[in-house]
Each structure stands twice: as C-alpha cells, then as structure tokens.
C-alpha cells in the first residue's frame, strides 16, 4: 500500500514540474465562475472537512460566554462569589480576571500556534488544542473543591488560563485551514461560519445556562462546564481524521505528500494544475515580497506584509470596539439593575439566536455587497444603537430596562449582518499564502489582547462595586463604534471575488483600500484558461 502511494505522488510530482513553468500575470481561479450550489456540488469532502473544522469556533463561542453567564446564576455566587446588603454578587476583580485571563491563555495560544502550524501541521496543531482544552475544563470543574473561597476563585482561574491557550491553538488553526482547502467561490461563507459555529455555541451555552439557573447546588454551574468536554474531545478526533493541508507540504517543497492530500479534499483525477497553481501563488509571494527567506513572524511586520498583517489584525479586534465582551455580560448587569433572573437570560437567548440568521444572511451579502462594504455600514449601525441604549440607561424604570435588553438584541442581529460574518474572511483573505500561518496566529493574538483589555476594564465600569455606570457602559462603545468605522473606511480593503494571487498583485501596487473593489488589471492572462479541476487552487 505504501508503495502504491509514493508511486501515485511521484507521478504527480513529474506532472506539476511539466506544468510549474507556465506562469501567468493574473490567474484567475476558476471557482469564481461555477455558481454557489455546483460548486458545493462538486467539492463536498472540502465541504465536509471545512465544516468539521468548524467545531473550534462552536466550542470558543460556548466558553466565550458561559463565564458571564454563570456568574449571573445563584448556585454559582453561592460558591464563589461575595455578599453586600443582602445581595450575592462576584466582584469585579475576578469577574474581570476570569475574562481577561482567558483571553490570555488565548494570546499565548495563538502566538506559538503560527510556529505549530508551519513546523508540525494543521493537523497536529487542531488535535493539541483540544488537548490542551480538555486539561483546562478538568481544572475549573473541580475548582470548587478547595476549601478557601480564595484558593476555588484562584483554580478556576488557572483552569481558564489553560482553556485559554486551547482555544487560541484550535480558533486559530481552523482558520488557517479552511482559507487553505475552501473552493473561492464559497471560501466567504465557509470562513464566515466561524462567527456562525461562534453564536451556535453561545446558544448551547446559553440554553444549559437558562435550564439550570433554578438549581442552587453546584451541579448548576458544574454541568454548563462539563459539556465542554463534548466539544474537546471532539477537536480532537477531528485533528486525527482530517487530511493536512496541501500547502503545509508545499511550503516544505514535498509535492508528493502535497498531492496525496489534495486526492483526499477534492473529487477528480488530474489534480497537477491545481497543485502547479498553489505552488505558483507561494512561489511568487516569496520570490516579490520575502526575498528568498524563511517565512517568520518577523516577515509579517516587513513591507507590503506588515500592510496585510495590520488588517487582519484589526478585522479581528473590531468585534471588542462594538461592545461584544459587554454584550456577554447584559444579563448580569440586568439582574444588577433589578430585572427577574429568568428575564434577563431569556432576553440573552433571544440575542444570541438572531445572530443566526443574521450571520447566514451575511454570506450571501458578502458575495454581492462585499466584505468591506457590510463590515462598515453595520459598525456606523451598531454605534447609533449604543447611544440609543445609552440614553435609555439614564432612565432607572423598567421601561428603560427592557428598551436596553431589546436594544443588545438588534446589535447582536446588526453585527451579525456585517462584523460578524465577515471579519474572519477578511483577516484570512488578505493574509498572504506564504505566511497565512503566522499571520493568523498574530490576528488572533491581538484579538486575544483585546478581548482581554475589555474583559478587564468593562466589569469595572457596569459593576455595582466599582464604576456602576451599569446600562450608561453603551455611551463609551457609541464613540468606539465611531472610531472604528474610520478606521474601516482608511484600512479595510475589499476582497470580494478576488484569488489570492490577484490579491497579491494589488497589494504589491499599493492601492488605496477603497479603490481595491473597483480595480481592473491592465494585462490579459499569458496562459491558457485553467481547467475546471483548477477550481480548487489557492
């Protein structure tokens, strides 16, 4: 059997080599030309593995909010938290540390991972995330076993720290992963369900949240923690059945194995001009922008790259400025202000089930709108509707606080709509093959930092023990809301219908981002039309 391998890639390896010779100025990826539906049709084990990678975001998405939510359950502040005039409440500081801490677990994660990926593997980098994932949950779950409330509140808090890293390991690497094997003309959607599987976890968590707030033991919160496992131990089986990406091994300059793993993703037998095409684009982004050398983390931060770098970085730290990590905690601070603990989490279900919609909704937008069109008009969207909020939270009646709940369910579905979905595309999509690794690792990272910034200082701006700006929190996200649509408007480019060799050609030229959806090559293509089976090329 392993004969009859090498055999078949060696025969692969003298194809491309016939074919690696014909260069063209502006390749152009037949999967653009196929509608949605045939191309779904014709590549459904890509599909199918993209989709399977998609469980990394479900499982960030349950544990991004179930430590908000747990600290609004009675069972939960019983254990861990501290009580002022009658009222259990968890203090700020842990509430805060929690949070960022996990963030920082996050940052860790990411940041080793681009070395991970390059050196080892998507594979092996997915399967020890969920490792990682797997140790942490075991230390928050029997956290509540140590006899002083300080040493159960510190435990917890070194088992988020080493879900953390998990996390920032397996969100990181799915990413990568699927910019790599998507078919270009539905790699949008396929990495727009990252925010999808994200919300899908949020609703899980959520619901098991909702179904055990009335219980005031510590199976309350215990069984919310427990059902992480499912999602760890399922990262990773996924890790130990998924094929590795055709570009890891092309980055080594091993065609053989390269192509071996293209026959698992993609239908067909003739697979040399796809493989001839991927080499080409990584080829080329080496050849124009790293001038021969290794690809590192330093070469993101050099020329054109640090351009790329730059907006992947602050796609993925927009979500922080439209107030998502404040949105995490609506039903606490609710609660804070008088609403039925049932209410609130209803009203926090309700929010994270729009974001479904609204997310499924933003793929087809994105394909005919754009990405950097939705990501700029829901972000102008979500800043009126915080200082909407933030003028209802000057009001202390009920009325005012149901205005506030409802208000955070139609951010969530507008951030949906345009953030939300198209954030992870474009950070993916405007990262260069050659370094997508390292680059995605260094997004994320940041994205991390910035998740742990907000998830700091915003407990101490709504908490009743520190600022108690309670709903008047939504004025500061109003002007964060503002910053980042100029910042939109200056750094976003669109990369809508774009292959990734185009991409490279027009960041190469240094074009303003707001003329990059208009701009139309001046040279025709010196090779002939790619083949059908090109369709998959990067």
Request: hydrophobic residues 45%; contains cysteine.
């Amino acid at each position: 059997m392993a004969a009859n391998l090498k055999h078949e890639g060696r025969g692969e390896v003298e194809a491309v080599e016939n074919v690696l010779p014909c260069t063209t100025d502006h390749i152009r990826d037949m999967g653009n030309d196929l509608g949605v539906w045939e191309c779904l049709k014709n590549n459904p084990k890509a599909i199918f593995y993209s989709f399977l990678m998609s469980v990394g975001p479900t499982a960030f998405g349950f544990d991004n909010l179930v430590v908000g939510l747990i600290a609004s359950m009675p069972g939960f502040r019983m254990v861990f938290g501290d009580t002022i005039g009658g009222k259990l409440f968890v203090p700020s500081l842990w509430l805060s540390l929690w949070n960022a801490m996990t963030a920082a677990g996050i940052v860790l994660g990411a940041i080793t991972n681009g070395y991970v990926q390059d050196r080892f593997g998507r594979r092996l980098s997915f399967t020890l995330g969920g490792v990682i994932a797997t140790v942490g949950i075991a230390i928050c779950y029997i956290s509540d076993r140590r006899d002083l409330l300080g040493d159960r509140r510190s435990s917890f808090l070194g088992g988020k720290i080493v879900l953390g890293v998990g996390l920032g390991v397996f969100q990181s690497t799915s990413q990568t992963y699927i910019s790599e094997i998507a078919p270009a003309r539905v790699r949008g959607p396929l990495l727009s369900s990252y925010t999808f599987m994200s919300v899908v976890g949020q609703l899980i968590g959520a619901s098991i949240v909702y179904a055990r707030v009335a219980v005031l033991d510590k199976t309350s919160y215990r069984i919310p923690l427990a059902t992480q496992w499912a999602f760890s131990l399922a990262i990773i089986i996924i890790g130990l059945i998924i094929p590795e990406s055709p570009v890891y091994y092309l980055k080594k300059n091993n065609i053989d194995n390269a192509a071996l793993c293209y026959k698992r993703l993609y239908f067909g037998e003739d697979h040399s001009r796809a493989i001839a095409k991927m080499k080409e684009t990584l080829d080329y982004e080496q050849a124009n922008e790293m001038h021969g050398t290794q690809s590192s983390f330093l070469e993101c931060f050099r020329g054109v790259n640090w351009r790329r770098t730059r907006i992947a970085i602050l796609a993925v730290s927009l979500q922080q400025c439209l107030g998502m990590s404040y949105v995490g905690h609506s039903a606490y601070i609710l609660q804070q202000a008088g609403m039925n603990v049932k209410k609130t989490l209803m009203l926090m279900q309700v929010a994270i089930s729009v974001g479904l919609p609204a997310n499924i909704i933003s793929w087809f937008l994105m394909d005919t709108l754009g990405r950097r069109t939705i990501i700029l008009h829901s972000t102008i969207a979500v800043g009126f509707l915080w200082l909407a909020s933030g003028i209802a939270g000057c009001f202390p009646n009920s009325t005012a606080l149901w205005f506030v709940g409802i208000a955070m369910i139609i951010i969530m579905f507008t951030f949906g709509l345009g953030v939300g979905g198209a954030y992870p595309v474009l950070a993916a999509e405007v990262s260069a093959s050659q370094l997508r690794a390292h680059t995605q690792g260094i997004a994320y990272m940041t994205g991390g930092l910035s998740t742990w910034l907000f998830s700091f200082v915003v407990p101490y701006m709504f908490n009743t023990d520190e600022g108690n700006l309670g709903a008047k929190t939504s004025f500061i996200f109003a002007a964060l809301c503002a910053l980042g649509a100029i910042v939109v408007f200056f750094e976003f480019p669109e990369t809508k219908a774009r292959t990734y060799r185009e991409l490279d050609e027009m960041f190469d030229q240094m074009l303003p981002a707001r003329k990059f959806r208009d701009y139309v090559f001046p040279h025709p293509s010196r090779c002939d039309e790619p083949s059908a089976q090109d369709a998959n090329a990067v």
